[in-house]
């Protein structure tokens, strides 16, 4: 598996080098720094302790860990670019009616380092027809 090299500032004492769960793991995990409760329905922006400096044509991605997401815990925005020097914070919301307790050093979200591909946009009168057209939502069928 290729490697690339990204500098982590720990700038919290209770902050946790992210660690991947085993050598096939795509996704690091992102720990807390501090005790959290984050209400039914409520959105809470929590801290990590941490701040990246990613190699130039690469980008940082939150995405939910699954058994947290089981619970109901899913994170908002997630993209962290290779220019950002601040410490990396993560939106979590509770989806359910029960509040949710996050402890000191729990694992809240993953995240995934990939390269970036930046779009050279031309605007045209047309666009190439294709079987699927201007057809929506369920447009290829529901099952």
């Known amino acids: 598996m290729e490697k690339i090299g990204v ?3 720990l700038l919290h004492p209770e902050a946790k080098m992210p660690v991947y769960a085993t ?3 795509a996704g690091f995990d992102i720990y807390a720094i501090e005790n959290v409760s984050v ?3 409520e959105v809470k922006m929590i801290p990590t302790g941490l701040s990246f400096e990613l190699p130039q044509g ?3 991605q939150v995405w939910d860990r699954s058994g947290k997401a089981k619970v109901g815990m899913h994170h908002f925005a997630g993209i962290l670019d290779s220019d950002y020097r ?10 359910t009616n029960q509040p949710h307790n996050i402890e000191k050093g729990d694992r809240m979200v993953q995240a995934l ?3 970036i591909y930046q779009a050279e946009f031309s605007q045209v009168k047309e666009l190439s027809q294709t079987i699927r057209g201007t057809g929506g939502f369920h447009s290829t069928g529901k099952k």
């Open 58 to 60: 690469f980008h940082l």
């Open 113 to 115: 380092i990939l390269p």
């Open 23 to 25: 050598e096939g793991s």
């Open 39 to 41: 209400q039914p329905n």
């Open 86 to 95: 601040g410490e990396l914070k993560i939106l979590l919301y509770n989806s």
């Open 7 to 9: 500098k982590i500032k």
